[in-house]
């Protein structure tokens, strides 16, 4: 005989479905919110969630038989990972601890199709009910898994519907050239939709002077040596932390330069799209990262002559070409694949000597003087 099979006890809101069995177990409301924002500002959604203990008190579960787990707040409910609530609750059910789980709607469990059918498949072998606004599901019956399972679908295509229905609008925001999630150094921010010079001279003076530089040197590794040797600082305002939007000095970075040479709002340029975010579905879910750098015809975004500049549009051009044959020419040859070689090959062609260790020798000094050692394989090699 099914463990859950037997009779039921009168309640006020009692469901044919709910029996003995899971009265007896506990009551688990799951409360999630999307994003910390969310949290702070959706109040009336978390009281409602929060309320379902009330519901599961009128099911016909005593007080202290109803588990509020509450960990995932600020969470998305795209993955389970990073996700110690869901995991929780999945523990709870596998042990046969939980009778029913309440959410006010299926989404707020889960929007990845994935996990829901997971959770659906343990509720279904462990004997666990589900709830929400609308009604009361047994995962074991028929009808009700088609439901939940069209409930979870829908929950995820409304991730999709509402991903895309916001970049949309960020692109169209974009179009006018007026979205700006934070600006490089030498510009400040002063609404979401206009972007000004800074206001130190001195962080004004340094920009000009990378652009002044790299026209005499012709090399972003000469600018970054020459504020080395100097002693010249970048002027950063970050973006977060206690010291947001204050002026702070810090040592150049190579990586900056590149950024400061190659980014087109030093011409006066609005651009988005640069580098696109990239999609990739892995086991645990889809993933978004920044994907790799677009060049110029690609850009989804370009509006010239709409910002403040340092340099003019002809000027940046030259230098973006001057970068691409720089970085061309020292971009190492590819080797062919040694060891693929000496596997396809047999022993019996391959001939010569053996290679011996390996040597070290002196090279010529550079201009400043200083030498250096380079690595001497075999002589016949």
């Given at each position: 005989?099914?463990?859950?099979?037997?009779?039921?006890?009168?309640?006020?809101?009692?469901?044919?479905?709910?029996?003995?069995?899971?009265?007896?177990?506990?009551?688990?409301?799951?409360?999630?919110?999307?994003?910390?924002?969310?949290?702070?500002?959706?109040?009336?959604?978390?009281e409602r969630q929060y309320a379902l203990a009330d519901h599961a008190a009128a099911l016909g579960w005593s007080r202290d038989r109803v588990l509020v787990i509450d960990e995932d707040q600020g969470r998305s409910g795209r993955t389970a990972d990073q996700r110690g609530g869901f995991q929780r609750l999945l523990a709870e059910v596998t042990m046969e601890h939980v009778g029913l789980i309440l959410g006010i709607e299926m989404?707020?469990?889960?929007?990845?199709?994935?996990?829901?059918?997971?959770?659906?498949?343990?509720?279904?072998?462990?004997?666990?009910?589900?709830?929400?606004?609308?009604?009361?599901?047994?995962?074991?019956?028929?009808?009700?898994?088609?439901?939940?399972?069209?409930?979870?679908?829908?929950?995820?295509?409304?991730?999709?519907?509402?991903?895309?229905?916001?970049?949309?609008?960020?692109?169209?925001?974009?179009?006018?050239?007026?979205?700006?999630?934070?600006?490089?150094?030498?510009?400040?921010?002063?609404?979401?939709?206009?972007?000004?010079?800074?206001?130190?001279?001195?962080?004004?003076?340094?920009?000009?002077?990378?652009?002044?530089?790299?026209?005499?040197?012709?090399?972003?590794?000469?600018?970054?040596?020459?504020?080395?040797?100097?002693?010249?600082?970048?002027?950063?305002?970050?973006?977060?932390?206690?010291?947001?939007?204050?002026?702070?000095?810090?040592?150049?970075?190579?990586?900056?330069?590149?950024?400061?040479?190659?980014?087109?709002?030093?011409?006066?340029?609005?651009?988005?799209?640069?580098?696109?975010?990239?999609?990739?579905?892995?086991?645990?879910?889809?993933?978004?990262?920044?994907?790799?750098?677009?060049?110029?015809?690609?850009?989804?975004?370009?509006?010239?002559?709409?910002?403040?500049?340092?340099?003019?549009?002809?000027?940046?051009?030259?230098?973006?070409?001057?970068?691409?044959?720089?970085?061309?020419?020292?971009?190492?040859?590819?080797?062919?694949?040694?060891?693929?070689?000496?596997?396809?090959?047999?022993?019996?062609?391959?001939?010569?000597?053996?290679?011996?260790?390996?040597?070290?020798?002196?090279?010529?000094?550079?201009?400043?003087?200083?030498?250096?050692?380079?690595?001497?394989?075999?002589?016949?090699?």
């Open positions: 005989m099914n463990a859950l099979e037997g009779t039921t006890r009168p309640g006020v809101l009692r469901s044919s479905k709910i029996l003995d069995a899971h009265l007896d177990r506990l009551a688990v409301v799951y409360v999630r919110q999307s994003d910390p924002q969310q949290v702070l500002n959706h109040r009336e959604s978390r989404s707020r469990i889960a929007r990845n199709n994935k996990d829901w059918h997971n959770l659906l498949e343990m509720c279904a072998i462990f004997g666990t009910i589900l709830a929400d606004e609308d009604g009361v599901y047994d995962p074991q019956d028929t009808n009700d898994r088609l439901l939940l399972g069209l409930k979870g679908t829908i929950s995820e295509f409304e991730l999709v519907t509402m991903r895309n229905r916001l970049e949309r609008g960020r692109l169209h925001k974009a179009q006018r050239g007026e979205l700006f999630h934070r600006v490089p150094t030498g510009y400040v921010k002063l609404s979401t939709e206009r972007v000004e010079f800074d206001p130190d001279e001195q962080v004004r003076e340094v920009v000009r002077l990378i652009f002044d530089k790299y026209d005499e040197i012709g090399t972003a590794w000469g600018v970054f040596h020459y504020l080395i040797r100097n002693n010249i600082k970048l002027g950063f305002r970050p973006f977060h932390g206690p010291n947001r939007g204050n002026l702070e000095w810090r040592r150049p970075v190579l990586l900056t330069i590149h950024q400061i040479l190659r980014h087109p709002i030093y011409a006066g340029a609005y651009a988005y799209g640069r580098r696109p975010h990239k999609r990739v579905r892995t086991a645990s879910g889809e993933q978004s990262g920044a994907g790799p750098w677009v060049p110029m015809e690609q850009w989804k975004v370009l509006k010239r002559d709409c910002l403040p500049a340092y340099i003019t549009w002809e000027r940046y051009l030259a230098n973006q070409q001057s970068l691409h044959q720089h970085s061309r020419r020292f971009r190492p040859a590819r080797r062919p694949d040694r060891l693929r070689q000496l596997r396809t090959t047999p022993s019996t062609v391959l001939q010569g000597p053996r290679p011996g260790p390996l040597q070290l020798r002196p090279a010529p000094p550079r201009r400043d003087g200083t030498g250096v050692f380079r690595s001497q394989g075999h002589p016949g090699r």
